[in-house]
Every structure is written in C-alpha cells, then in structure tokens.
C-alpha cells in the first residue's frame, strides 16, 4: 500500500503542467487590439485608456473575489467605489481655512459626539432585556428612543450644516498625499461591507444581490445630499494625482507614470490572491462555495469566512474607487453609475471569468476598449453607411450620428456578454479547479 501512495505521488508531481495556449493567444490578441488603439488614437488617449482599464481591474479583482471565490453576488460594486473616491477627495483635497480656521469644526464635533453616544444609547436600550425588562417592551423602548434622539441629533446637525455651507461651502479636504486617500478608501469600504455582510450575508444570492444594489443607491444618495461634506452636485475638482501631473511632465508620460503605479498595484494584489486562492484558506472558502452543508458538517464557520471574503472584496473595490477618482480628478457624485461602476464591472469578470484572477484582468482590460472603442468605430460605420445612402440614394442622413454611436456602447456591451454567456459561460479563462489523486 505504501508503495502504490509512494508511486501515485510520484505520478502527480512528475504529470507535465499544461502549456497555456488559451492565455498566450488571448492575451496576444490583447497585445494587438491595444497597439491598435495607439496607432488609431495616438498615445496620450490610449495611455490614459489603460490607466483607467487597470482602474476597473483592480474592481474587477474585488468582485471575482467575491462572486468567483466564495459564491456572492455583490450587486452594489458603485457605492463602494464612491465610498473609495469619497475618501480620496476627503484626505488629498486641500486644506478649507474658511472651515478649519473658525469654530465650526468644534460645533461639527459636538453634533457628531453627540450622535455616538445617542447611538450607544439606542444599543443599550436594546439589551435591558437582560436586566428583567420584557423583551416587547425593551423593543417598545429601543424604538421610541430611536425616533426621538434621531430627531435631536439630526436637527443640531442641520443647523451646523447650513452654517458649513452658508460660510465655508464645505468642510475641505485634509491636504494629504493621494494615495493615503486610496488605503483610507479601502479600510471606509471595508468597514461598511462588514456592517453590510453582518446584515445581508445571510441572504440567498438573489436577495443578496437586490439589498447590496439598494445600499449602493443609499451610498450615492447619501454623497450626493450632503452639500456640507462633498459639495453634492457642484463636484470638487481638481483632486491631486499620487505621482507628478501633467502640468509637470506632459499629458503621455504622467498617465505612462500613473499607469506604472496601478500596474504595481495590481501585479502585488494579483500575487497575493494568487497565494491566498493556493492556501487552506482558498481551498476552504472554495469548498464552503461549493458544498455549504458539507464544509459546516466538517467544523468550518461559515458566516466568518463568507464575510471575511465580502470584506476583502469591498476593500479592493474602495481601493480602485480612490485610484479611479484620483486619475479622473475629479469628484462627482452624480457620476457613480450603475451602468459603469456595477454593471461594467461584472460584465468583465463574466468574459475573463469568475474565479481566476488572470482572466479577470484580461476581462478587464478588453472589456474596457470595447467599451470606448465602440463608440468612434460606430460613428465611423455611421458615416460610411450616412455618405454611401446619400451618394448612391439620395437619402438624409439624420443629424444625431453622435448621440447614436454614444448609445451603441450599450449594444455592443449587451452583445459581448450574451455572446459569452451562450458560448463561454465559464469565462473565456475559466477557473481551473485541480483534482488531487
């Protein structure tokens, strides 16, 4: 028997590992279609595509481990990438002296002191009933104390707010390098994905999906109302970038700069996935995927390492979120969408596939020159097919060729993914999951 193990273990470590033809012809094509955008729109605009495609990876990243790993459909990606670019703006905008230099700043904190302990109130209210007090009447409490602090304290900080904004405009920013912003952003999503996993992790995956969407909106609602915080629809701009602008080295080689950063980012965030995915810790979380009743019946807490996952996805997605904003330089609340900050998202990881951080990326990127690149090949296509029915029938061409091609990206996006969902429904880089003898 010793000499069959001995013999099957050596049949598994000497078994020749696969030459990745898919990835290298893939990721070839890849290469080609991105030379092509270069030689077709020139180097400053193809750069700063690629900053914003490794942008969308690092979200990407966030989601397949989420979905692709532990089996969680996180529907609500836009509110934590505002939440990363809120903390961006917050830390790297500079210093507001018509806020910081008055004695709104000590008002602000009493009103908020204020809130923290109304809330530990609220907490405690809620525990009397280990005290003795019946738990319909502590309930009765809990919510009458609820109402009526919840009043006091939002009405102390409307009037601090209304002098925020009457005065200051807003609070400002903290003055700091940017990329404190994108830890801070990460840790701001984190933290709100753990309260949000303690909630809706328990859900199925379809429940889950419409109470992450709906939190997503409450986030953006949330941003966009508070004038005081975030200047709402008025944006804050410009946001500093983490490494020299173009101010200082030109439009081609700051973007060539900052994309020298995100790659970074991604190649140590892939590397560590990488490594976490190999780990009892990924082949746990895979197996609680998988089979949820076995993997309990084996002594695994469940609930912990579900929302271990949830929050390690939001932190990446907070990440991105400030990377994102921070390029863009720009905050606009009104600008998280969930058509380009969620749906965009999963569409890459359906192509590169859920589960295998390699397509992901690849998902990323191409999806993203499809997304900018279907626009100015449709209007080309609109004009070629404009100019022949005009010379040949003498037809009109309409006057909105633009707002047409715009609207083709959702077509073509709509297009891709049906496509792959009939013909690739695992990803065209699905997960590989190795079977041990």
């Known amino acids: 028997m010793n000499a069959q193990r001995t013999e099957r273990r050596e049949d598994t470590v000497a078994a020749p590992s696969r030459f990745p033809l898919r990835e290298v012809i893939l990721f070839g094509a890849l290469l080609v279609a991105v030379l092509g955008v270069y030689a077709i729109m020139g180097t400053a605009y193809s750069t700063r595509m690629l900053v914003e495609a490794s942008c969308y990876a690092i979200l990407a990243l966030g989601l397949t481990i989420q979905w692709g790993y532990a089996g969680q459909f996180n529907a609500g990606v836009m509110g934590f990438v505002a939440l990363g670019a809120f903390a961006t703006m917050f830390l790297s905008v500079p210093v507001n002296d018509a806020f910081w230099g008055?004695?709104?700043?000590?008002?602000?904190?009493?009103?908020?002191?204020?809130?923290?302990?109304?809330?530990?109130?609220?907490?405690?209210?809620?525990?009397?009933?280990?005290?003795?007090?019946?738990?319909?009447?502590?309930?009765?409490?809990?919510?009458?104390?609820?109402?009526?602090?919840?009043?006091?304290?939002?009405?102390?900080?409307?009037?601090?707010?209304?002098?925020?904004?009457?005065?200051?405009?807003?609070?400002?920013?903290?003055?700091?390098?940017?990329?404190?912003?994108?830890?801070?952003?990460?840790a701001l999503a984190g933290a709100i994905g753990y309260f949000i996993g303690h909630i809706c992790l328990g859900l199925r995956s379809d429940y889950l999906a419409i109470a992450t969407l709906g939190i997503a909106e409450i986030i953006k609602a949330f941003l966009k109302n508070s004038d005081w915080l975030t200047r709402g629809t008025a944006t804050v701009s410009p946001l500093p970038w983490p490494t020299p602008g173009p101010s200082e080295l030109g439009f081609t080689l700051a973007r060539a700069l900052y994309l020298s950063v995100t790659a970074a980012m991604i190649a140590v965030i892939f590397f560590l996935l990488h490594r976490a995915y190999h780990a009892p810790w990924g082949r746990m979380i895979r197996a609680i995927r998988d089979n949820e009743i076995s993997a309990s019946a084996m002594g695994k807490d469940i609930n912990k390492r579900r929302l271990e996952i949830f929050v390690l996805g939001c932190i990446l997605m907070g990440i991105g979120g400030g990377a994102l904003a921070s390029f863009n330089s720009i905050f606009d609340p009104n600008g998280f969408l969930p058509l380009n900050h969620t749906f965009l998202v999963l569409v890459m990881v359906i192509l590169g596939g859920p589960g295998n951080n390699l397509g992901t990326i690849f998902g990323a990127v191409a999806v993203y020159i499809i997304w900018l690149m279907s626009e100015p090949l449709a209007l080309f296509v609109m004009h070629g097919a404009a100019a022949i029915g005009e010379g040949w029938f003498g037809w009109e061409p309409p006057g909105n060729l633009d707002s047409r091609a715009l609207q083709a990206r959702v077509f073509v996006i709509g297009l891709l993914i049906t496509l792959v969902l009939r013909f690739a429904p695992q990803g065209l880089l699905p997960e590989k999951v190795k079977h041990h003898g």
């Open 102 to 186: 008055t004695e709104l700043p000590g008002e602000l904190g009493r009103v908020l002191l204020y809130g923290a302990a109304a809330a530990m109130l609220v907490y405690g209210a809620t525990k009397l009933d280990r005290i003795g007090v019946p738990k319909k009447l502590r309930t009765l409490i809990a919510i009458v104390l609820a109402v009526v602090l919840y009043l006091v304290v939002i009405s102390m900080l409307r009037g601090v707010t209304g002098e925020i904004q009457s005065r200051a405009g807003f609070i400002g920013g903290l003055g700091l390098p940017a990329w404190s912003g994108w830890i801070v952003g990460g």
